[in-house]
C-alpha cells in the first residue's frame, strides 16, 4: 500500500463518521469509564416520534407499514438517526448508506401509495447486515485494512461496489431497507469485535464490557435499538454471543436452512464445521418474520447449498399453543420435555449464569413441563475436535489477509500470530470421520432420553449457557466451549434474554473448586461491581433444521419468564 495501514485506517474511519450528518452529532460523548447505561442516554436525543418507531419491535413495524400507517421513509430516517448515534457511543458501523436506504424507502411509499398494498412481508423495515455481505455502492472490509478500496482483498475484479450477496435479492424483494453494516472482528474469529479500522465495539448496557462477535455490531446495534432486526453468521457462536451479551434473540439455523451465497468470509472453502447465516432481534417473532419472509423467496433456486425447505408452521403449531397456558399449568399432553445443562465439565458458569439457569427451570417446571440433567457425550472431546477446521489452513488465509495492508493483529486473534503446520488432506479426511462419529454418538444419546421421559418422546429441547459470563470483558474471551458445540454438531439453537445482573445476588461463591486453572481463571474475571446490571442469557438448542420448533420454543419460554 502507498500509505501505512494506519494512515489508511484512519481515513476509512473518518469516512464512515464524515457520512454522520451535523445535525446528528454527539458534542460530548461519555467517557468510558463512566458506567452509563447509553441505551438510556442515547433517547435525549431522539424526538418522541423518533423514539415510538426506533422501540418498536419489527413485527410492530411492518403492522404499521405495511398498513400505511407509517411510511417506510419515516421509519428509516429514525433508524438512521439512531444508528448514527449509536456508533458515536458504541463503534458499531463498518459502513454508512443511510441516502442510498432513503431514496429506496420513498420508492417504497411511492408504490404503496400507487397499489395500495406493501411490496412484501417486510415492506418498509429497516435491517442492519453484518460486514460479510456484499452491497452496491459501498465496500466490505470485513474489518480488514488491506481491503479498503478492493473486492476482498483483490482489486481490478469488476465487483468492487457494484456485487450483491443473495440474501440482498430476497431481502429487497421482501420490502426491506438497507441501509448499514456492521463491525466484526477482523478475522471474524474471536467473541469480542475489535479490528484497527473503528477500534473496539461496546456493549450499550455497559460499555465496560464486549458486544460479543463476531456479529458484534449488529449485536451492539440492535441492543441500542439501532436496528430493529439485522443479519449476521456463526460458526463458533457468533450470532448468539452478541444477541446474549446485548439482551436479543438470536437465531443460529442449521447449514443449508438460508442462503449464504455471495458472502465474504475467513478460511472459504473449509466445509466441516460451515458458518451460517441468520437473525438477531428484540423478539423472537421478529426473527420468525424475517425468516419467513426469506423462505417465501425460494432460496434453494438461488444457492445450491440451500435445501428446499420451505416455512413449516405445523413445526410450530404444538409449541405456540402453549402460549396460551402462561400463568397456568400446561395440561399434561402438551408438556415438553427439557434437558439443562448445569456446566460442560470443563469450565464453570458464573453465578449470573447459574442464576438464569436455576430461574428457567423453576419456572418451566412451575408450567408443568419435565426437566433433566443433560449428560451427554463429552463435550471437550466434541469441541476439541470441532476446533481443527478453524486451523486446517495453519492461519495461512487470515495471515496473507493481514499482510495486504502489514496491519498489526488484535490480541483476540493472536492464535493466527505465528505459523502453524497446515493440515493434509488425509488429516482432514480423518477429521471429518471424527466429527461424523461424534455427531452420531450424540444423536443416540439425544434419542435414548426418550426412556427418561413421560411424555415417551426423547427430550424436545436443551436449555444451557452459551458463554461462562453473562459477556466477556475486554481481551478475556478465552473460552468459547458453551457455544461451539452446537456449530460441531450443527443444531439449531436460539439465544434468549433472562435476566440481569445483580451484584447483590450473583456473588463470588467462596467454596469454589475449579477443575483446572483456566476454570479458576474464568471465575477470577468475574466481578460483580463491574458486571452489575449486564445482560443474563442463556440458549435453547434443537436438533438440526429445527428451526421453527424452537423459535417458538424460546417466544414461549421468553414470555414464561417475562422476556
Known amino acids: 500500500m502507498t500509505t501505512s495501514w494506519k494512515d489508511a485506517a484512519a481515513k476509512k474511519r473518518e469516512a464512515i463518521s464524515a457520512l454522520i450528518p451535523a445535525e446528528w452529532r454527539i458534542d460530548n460523548v461519555p467517557s468510558v469509564k463512566e458506567q452509563v447505561d447509553v441505551t438510556d442516554y442515547i433517547k435525549q436525543y431522539l424526538s418522541r416520534e423518533e423514539l415510538g418507531i426506533t422501540e418498536s419491535s419489527a413485527d410492530q413495524i411492518v403492522e404499521k407499514t405495511t398498513s400505511g400507517a407509517w411510511s417506510a421513509e419515516k421509519v428509516t430516517r429514525a433508524f438512521c438517526h439512531r444508528a448514527a448515534l449509536a456508533h458515536q457511543l458504541l463503534h458499531c458501523l463498518h459502513e454508512v448508506f443511510f441516502d442510498a436506504a432513503i431514496a429506496d424507502a420513498k420508492k417504497l411509499d411511492a408504490y404503496f401509495a400507487k397499489h395500495?398494498?406493501?411490496v412484501g412481508p417486510l415492506h418498509g423495515l429497516p435491517i442492519s447486515l453484518k460486514d460479510q455481505?456484499?452491497?452496491?455502492?459501498?465496500?466490505?472490509?470485513?474489518?480488514?485494512?488491506?481491503?479498503?478500496?478492493?473486492?476482498?482483498?483483490?482489486?481490478?475484479?469488476?465487483?468492487?461496489?457494484?456485487?450483491?450477496?443473495?440474501?440482498?435479492?430476497?431481502?429487497?424483494a421482501s420490502g426491506a431497507v438497507l441501509y448499514c453494516k456492521t463491525s466484526v472482528p477482523h478475522t471474524l474469529m474471536a467473541g469480542e469485535t475489535v479490528n484497527n479500522i473503528i477500534g473496539y465495539t461496546l456493549n450499550p448496557k455497559?460499555?465496560?464490557?464486549?458486544?460479543?462477535?463476531?456479529?458484534?455490531?449488529?449485536?451492539?446495534?440492535?441492543?441500542?435499538?439501532?436496528?430493529?432486526?439485522?443479519?449476521?453468521?456463526?460458526?463458533?457462536?457468533?450470532?448468539?454471543?452478541?444477541?446474549?451479551?446485548?439482551?436479543?434473540?438470536?437465531?443460529?439455523?442449521?447449514?443449508?436452512?438460508?442462503?449464504?451465497?455471495?458472502?465474504?468470509?475467513?478460511?472459504?472453502?473449509?466445509?466441516?464445521v460451515l458458518s451460517v447465516v441468520g437473525p438477531l432481534g428484540t423478539t423472537a417473532s421478529s426473527l420468525r418474520l424475517v425468516t419467513k419472509a426469506l423462505l417465501s423467496q425460494q432460496p434453494w433456486l438461488y444457492d445450491p447449498l440451500v435445501h428446499e425447505i420451505p416455512w413449516r408452521s405445523a413445526e410450530e403449531e404444538h409449541i405456540q399453543q402453549l402460549l396460551q397456558f402462561v400463568g397456568e399449568s400446561v395440561p399434561k399432553e402438551k408438556r415438553l420435555a427439557f434437558g439443562i445443562i448445569h456446566t460442560d465439565g470443563?469450565?464453570?458458569p458464573t453465578a449470573p449464569i447459574r442464576r438464569a439457569i436455576k430461574l428457567v427451570t423453576k419456572a418451566l417446571e412451575a408450567a408443568g413441563h419435565e426437566i433433566t440433567t443433560w449428560s451427554p457425550p463429552s463435550h471437550r472431546v466434541l469441541n476439541d475436535t470441532g476446533f481443527r477446521p478453524w486451523v486446517f489452513d495453519g492461519g495461512r488465509n487470515v495471515r496473507d489477509a493481514?499482510?495486504?495492508?502489514g496491519e498489526q493483529m488484535a490480541t483476540q486473534v493472536s492464535l493466527y500470530q505465528n505459523e502453524m503446520k497446515e493440515f493434509t488432506a488425509t488429516e482432514i479426511a480423518e477429521t471429518n470421520v471424527a466429527m461424523r462419529g461424534l455427531r452420531k454418538e450424540y444423536m443416540e444419546y439425544w434419542n435414548s432420553t426418550a426412556k427418561e421421559t413421560s411424555t415417551g418422546r426423547p427430550v424436545d429441547a436443551v436449555i444451557s449457557p452459551l458463554a461462562p459470563w453473562p459477556a466477556a470483558r475486554e481481551a478475556k474471551y478465552k473460552y468459547y466451549g458453551y457455544s461451539t458445540w452446537v456449530n460441531a454438531l450443527d443444531y439449531t439453537a436460539v439465544a434468549f434474554p433472562v435476566t440481569n445482573v445483580d451484584k447483590s445476588i450473583d456473588v463470588k461463591s467462596s467454596d469454589f473448586k475449579p477443575v483446572d486453572e483456566k476454570d479458576q481463571e474464568i471465575q477470577d474475571d468475574y466481578d460483580p461491581e463491574i458486571y452489575d446490571g449486564a445482560h443474563v442469557s442463556l440458549q435453547i438448542v434443537g436438533r438440526r433444521l429445527q428451526e421453527e420448533k424452537i423459535l417458538a420454543v424460546a417466544e414461549y419460554v421468553g414470555k414464561l419468564i417475562g422476556k
Open 116 to 118: 395500495k398494498e406493501p
Open 133 to 172: 455481505f456484499h452491497v452496491k455502492g459501498v465496500e466490505t472490509t470485513m474489518g480488514y485494512v488491506g481491503w479498503i478500496d478492493t473486492f476482498e482483498g483483490k482489486k481490478g475484479t469488476g465487483k468492487e461496489r457494484v456485487f450483491e450477496s443473495e440474501m440482498l435479492r430476497e431481502l429487497r
Open 206 to 272: 455497559n460499555r465496560n464490557l464486549s458486544s460479543g462477535g463476531s456479529s458484534g455490531g449488529e449485536g451492539a446495534l440492535i441492543g441500542i435499538r439501532g436496528s430493529p432486526v439485522g443479519f449476521g453468521t456463526d460458526i463458533g457462536g457468533s450470532i448468539r454471543v452478541p444477541a446474549a451479551f446485548n439482551g436479543l434473540y438470536g437465531l443460529r439455523p442449521s447449514t443449508g436452512r438460508l442462503p449464504y451465497e455471495g458472502m465474504s468470509n475467513s478460511m472459504d472453502g473449509q466445509n466441516t
Open 346 to 348: 470443563v469450565v464453570t
Open 402 to 405: 493481514f499482510a495486504l495492508s
